[in-house]
């Protein structure tokens, strides 16, 4: 009988999964089994996972069609067998005594939930990184209940970096919202672990490589900027449900986390998505601000509730005058107010562009522009760019050819419309990061989907 399941989500990793794998099966503790469930990956990811498992009975393989994250974290915590439950994300990988470490200290004091630190990983930084310290020094060690330390709601939810009682989750329902298709969807897991802990413990020590420079990351994708403000939703139901006495606690707690989640959501999306996001924020914000949630919060800094104040009192100069990047009449296009956010915002944006740059003339390439030409878009509004430009001929199906460089170099907030095969698409979106261009798509299923 295993002593720890972990649960390993996966979904077109395959550069990272082998990795993340290598990292589980060398663990100094033997006793675990490593339950792998492939969200329906269309890349060699699936591939990956069968040969891992061939070599090590302890893998467990599921694979099923494409359902989300949280469904798929739902599966595995219902599969998961041991008393304790380890996460680790498919483009992470953890050090060889992560799982030894913590479960030695939860034996040492049993509690609800252990976590630990980790490190914030970017091959060009490699291994040898200083490690994230969110948590106040004086609580390391010591067995505290959550709700009495407000600092501990602040730090990243890193979910992952963590050894939990399979029972207190089940005695508290505590799971993943399974919203199709969404991110973030361990923001609400993780309020709802703190806000049922007992007694919680933090280690000092950084056990897992958290990967912050995976540009195919959910969080990457301007497509499911909507998805935070379901997770925040969830907890605000969950909130509800509780006593009067435990919601005069959670409610500042929330709204602080809602205020600096949505702030960050705002402030890395491109500029055509910003003002539709910043209309939704501030809505939800004078809300709550009427209903006087804001009054117990304990801020960062006096300039955000400074920022709070003068956003309410009058927004549109507000984000007029904050906004980081150019304020033109692409923010006028996405007047979207509704769910179909993400499909009627892409048409927006490409039937807005004079030009329309479509990065890879290959396979995906000339399918994409087949697709936006039977969707009406014009041939000569379109096209194509290419890295080599010797190699490639002037035209393709009648459309124009040229080399990427010389593109943004005359024009950086050029739309660009990545249309490569999964494996290519890291190498390409860093090359466009480097020639600085920030308005991009990557032409994901997602995106696919909108030209069938």
Same mark, same amino acid.
């Given at each position: 009988?295993?002593? !720890?399941?972990?649960?390993?989500?996966?979904?077109?990793?395959?550069?990272?999964? %082998?990795?993340?794998?290598?990292?589980?099966?060398?663990?100094?503790?033997?006793?675990?089994?490593?339950?792998?469930?492939?969200?329906?990956?269309?890349?060699?990811?699936?591939?990956?996972?069968?040969?891992?498992?061939?070599?090590?009975?302890?893998?467990? #393989?599921?694979?099923?069609?494409?359902?989300?994250?949280?469904?798929?974290?739902?599966?595995?915590?219902?599969?998961?067998?041991?008393?304790?439950?380890?996460? /680790?994300?498919?483009?992470?990988?953890?050090?060889?005594?992560?799982?030894?470490?913590?479960?030695? *200290?939860? @034996?040492?004091?049993?509690?609800?939930?252990? +976590?630990?630190?980790?490190? @914030?990983?970017?091959?060009?930084?490699?291994?040898?990184?200083?490690?994230?310290?969110?948590?106040?020094?004086?609580?390391?060690?010591?067995?505290?209940?959550?709700?009495?330390?407000?600092?501990?709601? $602040?730090?990243?939810?890193? !979910?992952?970096?963590?050894?939990?009682?399979?029972?207190? #989750?089940?005695?508290?329902?505590?799971?993943?919202?399974?919203?199709?298709? *969404?991110?973030?969807?361990?923001?609400?897991?993780?309020?709802?672990?703190? $806000?049922?802990?007992?007694?919680?413990? !933090? &280690?000092?020590?950084?056990?897992?490589?958290?990967?912050?420079?995976?540009?195919?990351?959910?969080?990457?994708?301007?497509?499911?900027?909507?998805? /935070?403000?379901?997770?925040?939703?969830?907890?605000? =139901?969950?909130?509800?449900?509780?006593?009067?006495?435990?919601?005069? +606690?959670?409610?500042?707690?929330?709204?602080?986390?809602?205020?600096?989640?949505?702030?960050?959501?705002?402030?890395?999306?491109?500029?055509?998505?910003?003002?539709?996001?910043?209309?939704?924020?501030?809505?939800?914000?004078?809300?709550?601000?009427? *209903?006087?949630?804001?009054?117990?919060?304990?801020?960062?800094? $006096?300039?955000?509730?400074?920022?709070?104040?003068?956003?309410?009192?009058?927004?549109?100069?507000?984000?007029?005058?904050?906004?980081?990047?150019?304020?033109?009449? @692409?923010?006028?296009?996405?007047?979207?107010? =509704?769910?179909?956010?993400?499909?009627?915002?892409?048409?927006?944006? /490409?039937?807005?562009?004079?030009?329309?740059?479509?990065? %890879?003339?290959?396979?995906?390439?000339?399918?994409? *522009?087949?697709?936006?030409?039977?969707?009406?878009?014009?041939?000569?509004?379109?096209?194509?760019?290419?890295?080599?430009?010797?190699? /490639?001929?002037?035209?393709?199906?009648? &459309?124009?050819?040229?080399?990427?460089?010389? #593109?943004?170099?005359?024009?950086?907030?050029?739309?660009?419309?990545?249309?490569?095969?999964?494996?290519?698409? &890291?190498?390409?979106?860093?090359?466009?990061?480097?020639? %600085?261009?920030?308005?991009?798509?990557?032409?994901?299923?997602?995106?696919?989907?909108?030209? +069938?």
């Amino acid at each position: 009988m295993p002593k !720890i399941s972990i649960i390993v989500p996966v979904y077109n990793v395959e550069n990272y999964v %082998g990795q993340c794998l290598e990292s589980l099966v060398r663990q100094t503790m033997s006793e675990l089994e490593i339950i792998c469930i492939n969200d329906g990956s269309t890349d060699s990811s699936l591939s990956i996972l069968k040969e891992y498992a061939s070599k090590d009975r302890r893998i467990r #393989l599921i694979d099923k069609k494409n359902e989300g994250y949280g469904k798929t974290m739902n599966r595995g915590l219902s599969e998961a067998r041991a008393p304790y439950i380890g996460i /680790v994300e498919s483009d992470d990988f953890v050090k060889p005594d992560m799982f030894e470490k913590l479960y030695e *200290a939860m @034996r040492e004091q049993p509690v609800d939930l252990i +976590k630990c630190n980790f490190y @914030r990983y970017t091959v060009a930084g490699g291994e040898n990184i200083p490690y994230s310290r969110e948590y106040p020094e004086d609580i390391y060690g010591k067995i505290i209940e959550p709700l009495d330390y407000p600092a501990v709601y $602040s730090a990243n939810s890193s !979910i992952w970096a963590a050894l939990y009682q399979k029972q207190f #989750l089940d005695d508290h329902y505590i799971r993943f919202n399974e919203t199709p298709g *969404a991110a973030y969807q361990d923001i609400s897991f993780h309020f709802k672990v703190l $806000s049922s802990a007992k007694k919680m413990k !933090i &280690i000092e020590d950084a056990l897992l490589y958290y990967r912050s420079d995976n540009l195919m990351s959910s969080v990457y994708s301007p497509l499911k900027i909507y998805c /935070v403000c379901d997770e925040i939703h969830e907890i605000e =139901n969950y909130i509800r449900t509780q006593d009067e006495k435990r919601q005069e +606690k959670l409610w500042p707690l929330l709204t602080k986390r809602k205020y600096y989640d949505y702030m960050w959501t705002y402030n890395r999306l491109a500029p055509v998505f910003q003002y539709a996001f910043y209309e939704k924020m501030t809505a939800e914000f004078k809300e709550d601000y009427a *209903a006087g949630k804001f009054e117990a919060v304990m801020w960062r800094t $006096s300039y955000d509730k400074e920022n709070l104040e003068q956003m309410l009192k009058d927004p549109f100069t507000h984000f007029m005058n904050t906004s980081k990047r150019d304020r033109d009449d @692409r923010i006028k296009r996405v007047n979207i107010r =509704n769910a179909q956010f993400a499909e009627t915002g892409f048409w927006s944006m /490409v039937q807005g562009e004079e030009k329309l740059t479509i990065y %890879g003339a290959g396979k995906v390439g000339r399918h994409v *522009a087949q697709r936006l030409t039977a969707h009406g878009i014009e041939k000569e509004k379109l096209l194509f760019a290419v890295t080599d430009r010797e190699s /490639v001929q002037e035209e393709i199906d009648g &459309i124009r050819v040229k080399q990427i460089d010389a #593109l943004v170099e005359s024009r950086k907030d050029r739309l660009i419309l990545l249309s490569v095969k999964g494996e290519k698409q &890291i190498a390409m979106l860093n090359h466009l990061v480097h020639l %600085g261009s920030t308005n991009i798509i990557v032409a994901d299923e997602e995106v696919l989907s909108y030209l +069938k």
